[in-house]
């Protein structure tokens, strides 16, 4: 899928066009531009020049990205594709009702990676729709772009728009492996989302959800759960939705909302089996060897070759979490990878994917890896 990764460091509209240019080289069929929040980007400046591009050029602007291993605020980590890719542009999902063009997927398309905003609405809509719409065997990886800060700062572009509110998807007619951990546990039984508005929690078992929330917590960390250290607590308590396989999908507590409400990173569906789950610095990185294997698994299934690049796409609250412990991630994800794989990818702010063999789901605090040659 990637015949080269390349890192630059945004700095000079002239390193630009050379960076692009190498990038372009050797007939690539595409280049997708991974942006650290901290570059300097300017949209209207760059535009021309993707313009002239022959080529589909897309990305998104991240918290951070990775490179050969290391962590960057500032700074472009630019794919080039050798397999003809096609890209969808959705510039508004609060108006997406589940309907687009499905001309840009061709017969010969394998793997979709989808790039949204980190805070736009109805992306369970738009997975759920890519999902029915015949895609169940190709394998999806993507995450969510955008800034903590800034919720309205644009974080996606094409060589015809900058937007916020939005999607890319690209279609490429290549195989990429997909494996996805995160290493949280439930601490207690099972309850109901009894009410739920998009990202918004209201009631769970029909008690107001920050008071069943905080009683689950202060019973296991013996601590007094308030307002003032919401966030640093409720970091190592994410809400798992729990599906029918067993499987816990992450949701990242953000803050209390009106009336004992609880705001979460992403959309939950109401009526949703929840449970509260605990995080360990060392059990959280285990998984993340353990998506790795997941994903050489079947690369090495289909291709019959052993990997050369790793795309990781990893929750920026799982990052914050595991503090100076991230590196140790990165290493395990390096050990168990192979000799002299590179690794890049970058911070989200949700992650998107599917092995193949399972539904397309939208996930938080979780490690989302991809193999290629």
């Known amino acids: 899928m990637f015949q080269k ?12 066009q050379l960076f692009l240019k190498e990038l372009s080289k050797d007939n690539a069929e595409g280049i997708l531009l991974l942006v650290g929040e901290d570059t300097p980007f300017d949209y209207k400046q760059l535009q021309p020049l993707l313009k002239t591009m022959n080529i589909e050029v897309w990305g998104g602007i991240f918290p951070e990205v990775i490179y050969n291993g290391s962590l960057y605020k500032q700074g472009v980590v630019g794919c080039a594709l050798q397999s003809p890719v096609s890209i969808e542009m959705i510039k508004d999902l ?3 009702k589940g309907d687009f063009s ?4 061709s017969e010969n398309t394998e793997s979709l990676l989808i790039f949204s905003d980190g805070w736009a609405d109805n992306v369970p809509l738009l997975i759920e729709t890519l999902y029915e719409n015949n895609f169940k065997e190709m394998n999806f990886i993507g995450g969510a772009a955008g800034s903590l800060t800034d919720i309205h700062k644009p974080s996606l572009f094409t060589q015809d728009d900058f937007f916020a509110g939005g999607a890319i998807i690209a279609a490429v007619e290549d195989y990429i492996s997909v494996g996805i951990k995160h290493g949280l546990e439930p601490i207690f039984e099972p309850a109901i989302a009894s009410s739920v508005y998009k990202n918004i929690i209201k009631s769970i078992n029909w008690e107001s959800a920050f008071e069943y929330y905080k009683r689950i917590i202060e019973q296991d960390a013996d601590i007094k759960f308030t307002v003032d250290n919401f966030l640093e607590v409720a970091k190592s308590y994410p809400i798992g939705m729990l599906k029918y396989d067993n499987e816990i999908i992450l949701r ?10 609880i705001v979460v990173r992403s959309e939950m569906t109401e009526n949703s089996v929840l449970v509260i789950t605990k995080g360990y610095p060392d059990k959280l990185i285990a998984a993340a060897g353990s ?67 399972k539904y397309i789901e939208l996930y938080n605090k979780t490690v989302v890896v991809a193999m290629d040659e």
């Open 94 to 96: 609060s108006k997406f």
């Open 102 to 105: 499905r001309d840009f997927i």
């Open 5 to 16: 990764i390349e890192f630059y460091s945004g700095q000079e509209l002239e390193g630009w």
């Open 252 to 261: 990242c507590p953000v803050c209390i909302g009106e009336e004992n409400s």
């Open 291 to 357: 998506a790795v294997e997941q994903a050489r698994v079947a690369f090495e299934s289909k291709k019959k070759i052993s990997p050369g690049k790793v795309l990781i796409v990893e929750c920026l609250s799982r990052a914050l979490f595991l503090e100076d412990r991230f590196s140790d991630e990165l290493k395990i994800i390096a050990n168990k990878a192979g000799n002299d794989v590179l690794l890049f990818g970058f911070l989200s702010l949700g992650e998107i994917a599917s092995t193949g063999d």
